[in-house]
């Protein structure tokens, strides 16, 4: 399956970040949410009004910023700017970091 098909297949199953987090760890200045998204399943496009860094630690995904869809393997990061709409659609089992200061 192409990964417009499966972006588009999965839009019907998708479901929201706050769904999904497994562990939350906060310091004075920085919070990083550590995320488990299952294979075959999409974070719902959403906006932060921070940037943000996310990091793909383990499996693949499609990530799609502002229309722009780029596949990502782990282990790598990611900066997403303020106001920038996005979703991620996981091709088998991912775990992510999204790490920003307070907001």
Do not use: R
């Amino acid at each position: 399956m192409s990964h417009k098909n499966m972006i588009e297949n999965a839009k019907e199953i998708s479901f929201d970040p706050a769904d999904w987090e497994k562990e939350l760890y906060v310091t004075e200045n920085t919070i990083v949410h550590e995320m488990f998204i299952p294979a075959g399943k999409t974070a719902l496009k959403h906006v932060h009004n921070y940037s943000h860094v996310s990091y793909l630690v383990e499996g693949q995904a499609w990530v799609e910023v502002e229309g722009q869809e780029t596949l990502y393997t782990a282990p790598t990061g990611i900066i997403i700017d303020k106001g920038k709409e996005h979703a991620i659609t996981a091709l088998n089992d991912v775990v992510w970091l999204c790490i920003h200061g307070e907001s």
